[in-house]
């Protein structure tokens, strides 16, 4: 018997008496008040007997008490329904202000909203699992579902899986001198970086090592620190080219492999002052004037001592970047 109160009462729902009105008025006979004590349990146990979803005369039997300011707990026992699916009707009609037993549209979901709320929750703690482990997790706690429903999941929370972004790690000395160095710029006028000479050297991976794998994000949170790897500048990579150029025009590109005889593209500090005396001077002059600086990054080959030398007999100024900023070199 999984019939509601309504199919109980052929669609109409009365409004059971309570059990203070049974008592009241079966007082004059104990008899009378036992046989309706046993009826009275009868209709409770029916009562709650849980179905699926509570009938539609139920829920309105429902709002009905509610419109005439029965308290919850009142409504609930006199229905014979739990309070919680009382006050979850009551939420519902006062959300959406309907009332009917939806048929949802489609097959209905697989996942419940613990288990979507479960998928949320592992992605947020670890965003780079993937799919197939989610699946396996949920697996080892009897929760079966497909991947692409998981997928489905996360896509309605605005999860995407994205390819993270590479930040590298970045020491607190050298985080303190990127500050000191932004500082000191923030403010120079234009004036100032039209007569900065570029230089960089640009890397061609020959591997895929850069470091990328695939996160589970929210858009707009890439930089989150959750959300990104760690990446060692220059790791396992070769230098190619070397370019160079101003704020009204670009310089020579020097292609690395034809300036080291024994094509091993590895630009030593020798290779790279020879670059440096062939295209600075020539190059700057042409774009920027007598008076330029030339900026470059903290590569050891631009430290060297002999490199340093170089640039004392040149008497030209060098603008240097601090270790590890990131690419805030035009030429990148
Ligand atoms: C840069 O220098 C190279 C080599 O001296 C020269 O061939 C090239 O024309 C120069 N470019 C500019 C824009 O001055
Ligand atoms: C760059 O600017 C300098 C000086 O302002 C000028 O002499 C030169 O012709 C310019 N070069 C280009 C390519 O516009």
């Not at 120079?188 to 007569?195: A, L, M």
């Not at 620190?225 to 070397?242: D, L």
Request: with cysteine; proline share 4%.
């Amino acid at each position: 018997m999984g019939q509601s109160a309504a199919q109980l009462f052929h669609g109409q729902v009365c409004v059971i008496p309570s059990l203070s009105h049974l008592q009241g008025a079966d007082k004059r006979s104990r008899v009378h008040f036992k046989s309706a004590i046993c009826i009275w349990n009868l209709l409770l146990s029916t009562l709650n007997m849980r179905s699926k979803e509570l009938s539609l005369s139920v829920k309105q039997a429902i709002i009905r008490l509610k419109n005439q300011n029965k308290p919850i707990r009142e409504i609930a026992k006199t229905l014979g329904v739990a309070k919680s699916s009382v006050w979850n009707i009551l939420k519902k009609k006062e959300r959406t202000g309907e009332l009917s037993n939806t048929k949802r549209p489609g097959r209905p979901r697989k996942t419940t909203v613990v288990d979507a709320r479960r998928i949320l929750s592992l992605v947020k703690k670890t965003p780079f699992t993937t799919i197939g482990q989610i699946k396996n997790t949920l697996q080892e706690v009897g929760v079966c579902v497909s991947k692409s429903t998981i997928k489905r999941r996360l896509h309605q929370s605005e999860y995407r899986g994205f390819t993270t972004r590479c930040k590298p790690l970045v020491s607190l000395k050298n985080r303190k001198a990127r500050l000191e160095f932004a500082k000191q710029h923030l403010k120079k006028p234009s004036q100032f970086w039209n007569n900065i000479f570029w230089t960089d050297e640009t890397k061609i991976n020959l591997y895929q090592s850069d470091g990328k794998r695939r996160v589970w994000r929210r858009k707009g949170t890439a930089h989150d620190p959750k959300h990104t790897t760690s990446s060692v500048k220059h790791g396992g990579g070769s230098v190619m080219a070397w370019a160079c150029m101003a704020a009204n025009g670009t310089g020579s590109l020097v292609f690395i492999d034809y300036m080291t005889a024994d094509k091993s593209s590895r630009m030593n500090s020798e290779v790279f002052r020879a670059i440096l005396s062939a295209h600075i001077q020539p190059n700057a002059s042409e774009l920027i004037g007598r008076r330029f600086t030339v900026q470059m990054d903290n590569d050891p080959k631009h430290t060297a001592k002999a490199t340093k030398e170089f640039f004392k007999g040149k008497k030209w100024n060098v603008m240097r970047w601090p270790s590890q900023s990131p690419d805030l070199n035009p030429i990148e």
